[in-house]
């Protein structure tokens, strides 16, 4: 396993990965809920936008960049604590590895980051929600001990 530590994201490197979160966001909803390009880029910026209105000084957000043991930005991840009928949580709201780091053990590595984080802050449980077509990040979290909780599912009829 690489090293990697995890640092918070500045002003600068915000600015980028929320430009990258909204395009990313929107493409995923284009592609697994259906919507026209116009409406996943609204929808993503509506949702980002509200789940963090004061960007990096939203209270109960961290948004945070992985780094290999020379300093070089290998990913980041976002999370937040939430408030859940069964107590409080830690929510992952994003994860990504970088593309020239991608296969050497830095997801895992940045999942085990955000455990450490989020276990210093108190709390004892992360939930997440993953997309049906990232085969990829559904093996990682299962090998780490994720269990599913729910599973939607749809089916063309192709009539409209």
Do not use: C
Request: proline letters at 4%.
């Amino acid at each position: 396993m690489p090293e990697l530590h995890l640092r918070p994201m500045t002003a600068d490197e915000y600015r980028g990965w929320y430009r990258e979160a909204v395009a990313s966001y929107a493409d995923d909803l284009r592609r697994n809920v259906r919507f026209s390009p116009e409406a996943a880029e609204r929808n993503a910026a509506d949702a980002l936008g509200n789940l963090l209105p004061d960007g990096l000084a939203t209270p109960d957000h961290w948004l945070m960049v992985g780094e290999d043991a020379d300093g070089a930005r290998v990913g980041h991840l976002w999370f937040a604590r939430r408030t859940t009928p069964g107590g409080e949580i830690a929510y992952l709201f994003d994860i990504a590895v970088v593309e020239s780091a991608r296969g050497r053990g830095y997801g895992r590595g940045l999942m085990e980051r955000l455990e450490e984080e989020v276990a210093a802050l108190g709390l004892g449980r992360i939930e997440l929600n993953v997309f049906g077509h990232n085969e990829v990040a559904r093996r990682l979290y299962e090998d780490l001990g994720y269990v599913e909780m729910s599973r939607q599912l749809f089916k063309e009829l192709g009539t409209a």
